[in-house]
């Protein structure tokens, strides 16, 4: 029989999940990789906010299921296997046969490490200039080169220039020192994903230019290598558009381009609507891969380079791995090119999965290697039996029975909710829906009194073009479990539901997402799951921009706001930063300054005085992408006005927290300053938050 709960006001509960512990689970894996040329070797990258945040990586065996061939391959501290190119980074490093080129965070060089070496010390390589950042390496077979993303910044930041480009890699007998990069190709804005046929010199890649972000319009290329007389291409032949040429009239966001062992390219393609797979013909004519379109999403926005959810088999002619989403459920499964039919692979309750790469046992057989978790379990690196059709883990964070946390983990619920569509405060107003998590209060020692109704959090999440997950997050968690109710939004722009959805925010960044948001608290409490005096709003990046929104366009709906490095003035943004982002804007609010009544009307910071809840304001004081004076500029409007507000700065810190002492004091912060104005007293002992304008 379990033991009685304990009565206590929501938001009281005493939880086992310390903010600390939030901080220790903030170490997650990412990037996993499979050398082709040793496919039992698996790699991957570590975080450790223990370490400021630094990302190891690591490689083991792909059925080492008890570390015993584990290595730690940048074990030293000054390795930090991250590059700044678009500022959010991703692809820093690729392997070949044992060979690893790495980008290093401290100088964004390129690093090369032989990990058949016994000293396996990095030797640096490329034109060694602290202005050149790299990223989406390939290395070619041959080992003699490897081909990548390189931007820029020598002349400029704002227009730094893309190049794909070729590096030598060093042969015996070379020479230590920098070598002199080849460019391939530098006729976009932007560039990725650079990929080799294993039949021939055929070399693919995407790229796009402003004002489109990749998930907007891009375009496939082809092209073959002409190399010199040492192996090393020194440019490109018979270069081609395949598909999403500019002047074709069909716009469509395309990524991921794959070669199978036979040399077709496959690729994901939004020109239906939906991120579906396709792949190239022998006469250069696109097939799509299913038998028809589908109105699942096979792919997500590609904010940072090497995204992988899709993966042609070796050995298995025509048969893809992918995982495909409708909204908050996603799936696994084996697509025949030939038939077009998917086999739908079951999966341990798992709700998101990416980093798809094919390796084999050492036995021979084949092996998915991937990045996913569900409700119950973090993401984390599996491997995938596909014969078998069995998934065990390589690194863990399940939550079991036996696990201290087990009770105080609430599980989410998808919920539909009735919005609105612009435009707004006219009779042409259209219905709508949209869609959100809500996870309610979970402590197995504890109950809200009877008459009493939880707070709720909503949270805005970031991009705007990105979307809520249902993977365990102890953030969130953390709140669930002192006794707040969650509610995850995913806002009309969101991605999961197609490109439709997705254009929903174009051009109302600040307008749709508001609404949704908003519509989301007041459906919950209308439904009576939460007390609709005390609605709260949290977010960070883009969705801080949106909570921030929320509290001066819709001041009768929230209670509180936390913004952590949110965006207070949207016309700063489109100033100031940084070129990935440069052109975003036009497309979220308008062209940039010919809108700029736009972008001021829209911008929090120009409508303070409509706001009337106080808010919490956390910032890196090294964020390229939110410059801190935004936080700054509103902080002070607020102090001016009188109303209660906190602001919290982090040296070292950039766009989001990675040291584990800044990711504590930051959610500690956030729980005393919304406890004082919701009024509740946390169980924790926490450090006073300096409150401005508090009376108390």
Request: hydrophobic fraction near 35%; include cysteine.
């Amino acid at each position: 029989m379990a033991p009685a709960k304990t009565t206590a006001p929501f938001g009281s509960w005493k939880s086992p999940l310390t903010a600390s512990g939030v901080a220790s689970a903030s170490s997650s894996v990412s990037m996993a990789r499979i050398d082709a040329a040793n496919p039992s070797w698996v790699y991957w990258l570590e975080s450790r906010p223990q370490e400021g945040g630094r990302l190891v990586l690591l490689s083991k065996q792909v059925d080492d299921y008890s570390d015993s061939t584990l290595r730690e391959l940048t074990a030293d501290a000054r390795w930090n296997v991250r590059t700044a190119v678009h500022e959010y980074g991703g692809g820093a490093y690729a392997v070949y046969d044992g060979l690893v080129v790495f980008a290093n965070w401290a100088d964004q060089g390129v690093y090369l490490l032989d990990t058949s070496e016994e000293s396996q010390t990095p030797q640096r390589i490329a034109e060694q200039n602290d202005k050149l950042r790299y990223a989406s390496f390939a290395v070619h077979p041959s080992k003699k080169f490897i081909v990548c993303v390189r931007e820029d910044h020598r002349e400029s930041d704002i227009e730094a220039l893309a190049s794909l480009v070729a590096i030598p890699l060093p042969q015996p007998g070379d020479s230590e020192g920098p070598t002199k990069d080849i460019v391939l190709f530098d006729s976009s804005d932007f560039i990725s994903s650079p990929a080799f046929s294993p039949v021939n010199n055929e070399l693919a890649f995407y790229a796009w230019n402003h004002p489109d972000m990749n998930w907007d319009a891009t375009t496939l290329y082809c092209s073959s290598m002409k190399m010199n007389g040492g192996g090393v291409p020194e440019s490109l032949e018979h270069l081609r558009a395949v598909a999403g040429a500019p002047d074709s009239g069909k716009r469509e966001s395309i990524y991921q381009p794959r070669f199978d062992e036979d040399g077709v390219l496959h690729f994901i393609s939004d020109r239906s609507g939906f991120w579906n797979p396709y792949y190239l013909g022998a006469e250069g004519e696109i097939h799509l891969s299913l038998g028809s379109p589908v109105d699942v999403e096979f792919a997500g926005p590609e904010w940072a380079f090497g995204e992988s959810t899709m993966q042609p088999v070796p050995g298995s002619k025509f048969s893809i791995v992918v995982t495909y989403a409708q909204g908050g459920e996603h799936k696994l499964g084996i697509l025949n090119v030939a038939t077009h039919a998917i086999e739908d692979l079951p999966v341990p309750g798992w709700t998101q999965m990416g980093s798809f790469q094919l390796g084999k046992s050492r036995s021979g057989e084949p092996v998915l290697v991937l990045i996913s978790g569900g409700p119950s379990e973090r993401m984390s690196l599996f491997t995938y039996y596909i014969n078998s059709i069995s998934a065990q883990r390589l690194c863990s964070q399940q939550v079991s029975a036996q696990d201290p946390l087990a009770g105080y983990i609430s599980m989410p619920q998808e919920i539909a909710f009735p919005t609105k569509l612009p435009p707004f405060g006219t009779s042409e107003i259209c219905n709508a829906t949209a869609y959100a998590f809500y996870y309610p209060p979970t402590n197995k020692d504890f109950e809200g009194p009877a008459d009493e109704l939880p707070p709720l959090l909503v949270l805005s999440h970031g991009g705007p073009t990105a979307a809520a997950s249902s993977v365990l997050q102890n953030k969130i968690q953390y709140w669930t479990s002192r006794g707040i109710a969650v509610a995850d939004v995913n806002y009309g722009g969101s991605t999961g539901y197609g490109r439709e959805y997705r254009e929903r925010l174009y051009p109302h960044f600040g307008e749709v997402d508001v609404q949704d948001c908003c519509a989301a608290a007041l459906y919950l409490a209308e439904s009576g799951k939460v007390d609709r005096k005390r609605l709260s709003i949290m977010g960070g990046s883009a969705g801080g921009f949106t909570t921030l929104a929320c509290l001066a366009f819709r001041p009768e709906v929230f209670a509180v706001g936390a913004s952590l490095y949110g965006i207070s003035d949207l016309e700063v943004l489109a100033k100031e930063t940084h070129k990935f982002e440069a052109k975003y804007p036009e497309h979220l609010v308008g062209p940039y300054p010919e809108a700029r009544n736009e972008y001021k009307r829209r911008s929090p910071l120009h409508s303070v005085d409509k706001l009337a809840c106080p808010a919490i304001f956390l910032q890196g004081l090294e964020d390229k992408i939110v410059p801190p004076n935004q936080a700054t500029l509103m902080v002070d409007a607020l102090k001016r006005k009188g109303i209660r507000v906190a602001h919290i700065e982090f040296e070292g810190e950039q766009h989001g927290f990675r040291k584990s002492e800044n990711i504590v004091r930051a959610l500690e912060a956030q729980l005393y300053f919304f406890g004082k104005i919701l009024g509740f007293q946390p169980a924790d002992h926490i450090d006073p938050v300096p409150i401005f304008n508090d009376q108390d």
